[in-house]
């Protein structure tokens, strides 16, 4: 069964907090599964980023399935395919098919991206209002 690490980024200035359910990191990104809870949705929302490992560019990736098993969980994207397990993962470009090799990361990664996913959050949150 996969380990769900969680990281709470409370800001002063917002009512939101963010969590991160997966972290996997290769040599040029980090692809994270977050929990954005805000006032709005108290339930929160799930959200797939992919975060440059000099931490200047962050994309959405445009989740459209899932599938979990207790060994494998498989993300279907509009971008291409990540299929991952409690080590390591891999992820399938759609439209170049590269493939991209990915380890599963854990609270010392998450507190070098809090300040980079409290900016990314609130400055969407921004741009909703």
Known sequence: MLHI???ALDHPYLTNSVSCRYILENTDHYLI???NVTE???????EWLKVSKDLQKIEALNLRAIDSSR??????????????NVNTG?????FNS???QYQLKGPEIEQLLLPVLQTYFS???AILN
């Open 33 to 35: 599964e977050t929990n």
């Open 71 to 84: 060994e494998v969980e498989e993300r279907f994207f509009e971008e291409g395919y990540l299929k991952f």
């Open 90 to 94: 891999i992820f399938i470009e759609k």
């Open 5 to 7: 690490r969680t990281l």
């Open 98 to 100: 590269g493939q991209h």
């Open 123 to 125: 400055n969407s949150r």
């Open 40 to 46: 709005e949705d108290a339930l929160g929302h799930s």
